[in-house]
């Protein structure tokens, strides 16, 4: 929606500008259409009159107005470029979540950071997507990541697990729709489990990692940006596992 506002905004700029411009250089023509006498300087705003005396500025607000419009153009085209960038990579962790050799490796505890560890299903808000292991910049790529403090996908403790909310196929986009007893769903490589929303979804500060801490039952947080578009907060969804904890 601000990449939207944004563009028709400068849109707008751009528009006002070529009009302005197209008007002070009719007026600035030399011999006037004699029906339509020329405005005299003092009848002119004083926009217009300073941008007729000024070709420079005239040139200013063009170039000015252009660069706007290429920037608002990259805004809008950055997620479509990250949505594309990760579609590719979940193909490839598809692929890799059922390897025999990621087995072994989930087994073994030793998955890689950005090798796929589960894949995560929302049907409430129509959530599939492979979470990796890791929340680096270079992980979080895939969409979602799982902290690597906290224990694995349906095991004891509290799992935690970070997604993109705009970008990069924003798998927790609408992570604030979730309510109570809404549920989540993990796939790891050696089997799955449930987990249902325990309460509202509530927002902290990006710098609080108190909602990624051991907890005294097991249960899932996911975590997201908050608001839409900005990293000022944390948008949390705490979430019950189902049924007995798989032991680690």
């Not at 039952?217 to 839409?228: A, F, G, Q, R």
Request: net charge positive; glycine share 6%.
């Amino acid at each position: 929606m601000l990449e939207l506002v944004a563009v028709a905004l400068v849109v707008a700029v751009f528009v006002a500008a070529l009009i302005v411009t197209q008007r002070t250089s009719r007026r600035s023509v030399a011999a006037p259409v004699l029906s339509r006498p020329a405005v005299p300087a003092d009848e002119l705003s004083p926009v217009v009159a300073f941008l007729r005396r000024h070709p420079w500025a005239r040139r200013t607000l063009s170039a000015l107005s252009v660069g706007l419009l290429v920037a608002a153009v990259g805004l809008l085209g950055y997620p479509f470029y990250t949505n594309l960038y990760q579609s590719r990579i979940q193909q490839r962790l598809d692929n890799q979540l059922v390897s025999p050799e990621l087995q072994q490796a989930y087994r073994d505890r030793k998955v890689g950071t950005g090798d796929a560890l589960t894949r995560v299903r929302i049907p409430a808000i129509n959530v599939d997507v492979v979470v990796v292991e890791g929340t680096t910049a270079s992980a979080l790529r895939a969409g979602a990541g799982h902290y690597p403090q906290t224990p694995l996908p349906c095991e004891q403790g509290n799992v935690a697990i970070a997604g993109h909310r705009t970008t990069y196929g924003k798998p927790f986009q609408n992570l604030d729709r979730l309510k109570p007893g809404d549920e989540i769903i993990l796939e790891t490589p050696i089997g799955e489990c449930t987990y249902k929303v325990a309460a509202a979804p509530f927002v902290v500060r990006p710098n609080d990692i108190s909602v990624v801490q051991p907890t005294p039952t097991s249960s899932l947080t996911l975590t997201t940006c908050h608001p839409k578009g900005s990293a000022a907060q944390r948008l949390v969804i705490r979430a019950a596992l189902q049924g007995p904890a798989a032991s680690a």
